[in-house]
C-alpha cells in the first residue's frame, strides 16, 4: 500500500472519530446540565508526580460540586506507541460518553495523543492542560479551546542551593530517563547559563544498564549528580520496567557524592537537596483555570497560558550526615521541607 494512500486511510479515521465526537455533543441532556471535569493523566495513579497534581486540582474546586473523573494514560511504564494510542482512545470513548465541560489534559503525552488530535479547537470541551515541558508551538498552543500551565525545572536555584550547601563543588551532571517530556527538559537545561555549577552532562537513558554505565562515567567527572524523572527505564535483558525505588537504590549505593533533585521523588530516595517542582502547584493552577471557565463560561483560549513560579526547598539532614555535609542553619530554617 502507497505511503498516500496510508496517510488517506489515518485522516479518514479521525474524521470518523471527529464526526461520532460532535454527535455525541450536539445531544442537549435533560434538565441541569452536570458540572463534570474529566482529568487525563499521562501515567499512573502510583506515581507521587500524579498524586500531587491530582492533589492540587481538588483543592482548587473543593466544595465547588464538580464531578471529577481521572483517567490515566500509563505512558512510563507502558510507553509504545500502540498501547498509548489504546489507553487515548479509551479516554476519548470515556471523554465523549460523559461529555465534561473540562478536560484537564496533564503532561506531555496527554497532549500529544489526545488533546492534539481530538481536542483542540473544537466547540467543547474546553481544555486545560498542565505539566507541559515542550515549547507550546509544537502543540498548537495555545488555541481557540486551550490554555494551560507549562513547566519549568528549576535548574539556577537548584544548582545555587548545592553551591551553598558545598561552595567546593565546582561541576554537576544531570541524569534522567529518555522520554519526550525529558527531552525538552534536556534542551532548557543546554540553552540556560551561565550557572553557579558547570553542567559537564546531560545522560538521557532508555535501559537500567545503560543508566547504570552512565552513572560510572561520571564519578571522577562531576562533582554533584543531579536528577530527573528516572521511572521508564526498562532491564535489557528481561523488557519489564525498573521500579523507581529499585534504581535510586542501586544508585545511592554506587555513589558517595552529593545528590540533587527537582522534582517530589527526591523527598522519597535520599537526594541531599533541591528545588521541586510543585505538582500540587501545577494542579491548582489548572484547576482554578478550569473553575473560572465553569464559573464564568469564559473560553479557555481567552484565558492567558501560566508557568509555575514555585519551588519547594528541601534539604534532607539524615542524607547530610551519611555524607558528612554540614548544612547552614538558615537554609533549613528557611526550607519547605526537612527531611530527618
Not at 460540586?65 to 505512558?75: F, H, K, N, P, S
Not at 471523554?95 to 496533564?106: D, E, G, K, R, S
Not at 481544555?127 to 494551560?148: E, H, M, R, W
Not at 560510572?216 to 554533584?224: H, I, L, T
Amino acid at each position: 500500500m502507497s505511503r498516500t494512500r496510508c496517510i488517506g486511510f489515518a485522516f479518514m479515521a479521525v474524521a470518523v472519530q471527529a464526526a461520532a465526537w460532535s454527535a455525541a455533543w450536539a445531544v442537549d441532556a435533560p434538565g441541569e446540565l452536570q458540572r463534570r471535569i474529566i482529568v487525563v493523566q499521562s501515567y499512573n495513579p502510583e506515581y507521587v508526580w500524579c498524586r500531587e497534581i491530582d492533589a492540587g486540582i481538588r483543592d482548587a474546586l473543593a466544595e465547588t460540586g464538580v464531578d471529577i473523573e481521572t483517567l490515566y494514560l500509563d505512558a512510563k511504564r507502558r510507553p509504545g506507541p500502540a498501547s498509548l494510542r489504546a489507553a487515548a482512545d479509551t479516554a476519548l470513548a470515556r471523554i465523549t460518553a460523559l461529555a465534561p465541560q473540562v478536560v484537564i489534559a496533564v503532561d506531555d503525552a496527554a497532549q500529544a495523543s489526545l488533546t492534539v488530535p481530538f481536542l483542540k479547537n473544537r466547540p467543547t470541551p474546553q481544555v486545560v492542560f498542565c505539566g507541559v515541558n515542550a515549547p507550546l508551538d509544537i502543540y498548537g498552543f495555545p488555541a481557540s479551546n486551550v490554555t494551560g500551565v507549562r513547566e519549568r525545572y528549576h535548574f539556577r536555584e537548584g544548582f545555587a542551593l548545592m553551591k551553598k550547601i558545598l561552595p567546593q563543588t565546582q561541576s554537576v551532571a544531570f541524569f534522567g530517563e529518555d522520554s519526550e517530556s525529558m527531552r525538552f527538559v534536556a534542551e532548557d537545561l543546554n540553552q540556560i547559563f551561565p550557572f553557579a555549577l558547570e553542567v559537564v552532562g546531560v545522560e538521557l537513558c532508555r535501559t537500567l544498564q545503560e543508566w547504570r554505565q552512565k552513572i560510572a562515567s561520571y564519578q571522577s567527572r562531576a562533582d554533584v549528580y543531579a536528577f530527573g524523572p528516572y521511572n521508564a527505564l526498562t532491564d535489557e535483558q528481561t523488557g519489564r520496567v525498573v521500579s523507581p525505588d529499585e534504581v535510586m537504590a542501586w544508585t545511592q549505593s554506587a555513589i558517595n557524592k552529593p545528590t540533587l533533585g527537582f522534582s517530589d521523588i527526591a523527598k522519597e530516595h535520599g537526594m541531599l537537596c533541591g528545588i521541586l517542582e510543585s505538582g500540587h502547584e501545577q494542579g491548582r493552577l489548572a484547576g482554578e483555570m478550569a473553575r473560572r471557565i465553569l464559573d464564568t463560561g469564559t473560553a479557555a483560549g481567552s484565558i492567558p497560558v501560566r508557568i509555575n513560579v514555585e519551588g519547594v526547598v528541601m534539604v534532607n539532614l539524615k542524607a547530610a550526615e551519611r555524607l558528612g555535609v554540614r548544612i547552614p542553619y538558615p537554609i533549613i530554617e528557611a526550607a519547605g521541607v526537612v527531611l530527618q
